[in-house]
């Protein structure tokens, strides 16, 4: 008989609420084991509260959350022997050294010593740090700071890891590098749960949630969210110079364009009467570059998590 497999995290009807205010309004999702999983959302959308709950740090006023096979009946102890949350925040201690760092996060998981310099090794060696350890936190560059976090988070081996926007003010060198290990992380059995405002991160997820005032109004792989946000032709708009100031607000109030929006220096459309736009497209030919691009992951974002309508 074949051992169905267990998603690494299961929540039903999850509810968060601090008094009158709804955190978290009734989500349901799963994770499966190895998966990297993005949660995408506007400031305040309910995401670091649900990833608390998932770590065991916050109680859920109603609805089942189970973590790699542990609930909260079992105790939340036994959900954050399962779990490594590294937090949107440098998480370390600037005045102590690495290996102080290391000793007191091994002291709060209760991690014997000769566990926690054979993981020191292991970790320092995944991440490719060769700086001494008695360096202080402080006078770490910023990307090999959220490097030296990730190893700190993982010290006790979880099964599951929770990162919480952690390449936040990074370069986009370190970001790059920082996303190498997450894959290999995921390739080693490990699931990834990630929240980033970072598009070109939220494409390497494999499945993406995205939430709204608390909700989860979408959740699909990046490709498909694409397809099913975007059924409309988008335009890309890209001025040979000069345009008269008046042609983009005359764009605006086409009924050939649902909306139109800048990007830097150009301008997507969304064509809602294509027979409309052939003719339109012709007639301020002599002042853009025109071609039809497909949707980006920003424009999934800003359509359904900042609520735009178009």
Excluded at 190 to 208: L, N, P, S, W
């Amino acid at each position: 008989m074949t051992n169905i497999p267990v998603n690494a995290v299961d929540v039903s009807n999850l509810t968060v609420k601090f008094g009158d205010f709804i955190a978290v309004n009734n989500i349901s999702f799963s994770v499966e084991k190895g998966e990297i999983f993005g949660f995408l959302g506007a400031n305040g959308a309910g995401k670091t509260t649900t990833i608390r709950v998932l770590c065991g740090l916050l109680l859920p006023t109603s609805g089942k959350v189970k973590v790699s096979d542990v609930t909260y009946e079992q105790g939340i102890e036994a959900i954050k022997a399962k779990v490594g949350y590294m937090s949107q925040k440098f998480t370390l201690y600037n005045d102590l050294s690495i290996h102080e760092n290391f000793a007191f996060t091994a002291s709060l998981r209760k991690i014997p010593s000769d566990t926690l310099k054979r993981r020191t090794k292991e970790l320092l060696e995944f991440i490719g740090f060769s700086k001494p350890m008695n360096t202080l936190v402080r006078d770490l560059p910023g990307g090999i700071k959220q490097q030296v976090s990730l190893a700190a988070s993982i010290l006790h081996d979880p099964e599951i890891i929770f990162l919480d926007e952690p390449t936040a003010g990074v370069t986009p060198v370190a970001r790059a590098r920082f996303w190498a290990l997450i894959k290999q992380l995921a390739k080693d059995g490990k699931t990834i749960f990630v929240t980033t405002h970072y598009m070109d991160e939220a494409e390497q997820c494999g499945r993406i949630a995205l939430m709204r005032t608390g909700k989860i109004i979408a959740l699909d792989g990046p490709e498909n969210l694409k397809k099913t946000t975007f059924p409309e032709p988008i335009i890309e708009l890209n001025p040979k110079g000069t345009i008269p100031s008046e042609l983009i607000e005359q764009l605006r109030i086409n009924k050939a364009v649902d909306s139109i929006d800048s990007y830097g220096m150009k301008y997507h459309l969304i064509i809602k009467d294509p027979q409309e736009w052939n003719q339109l497209s012709i007639n301020i030919a002599p002042y853009f570059v025109i071609r039809q691009i497909p949707p980006s992951l920003e424009d999934v974002f800003i359509r359904l998590v900042e609520g735009v309508t178009r």
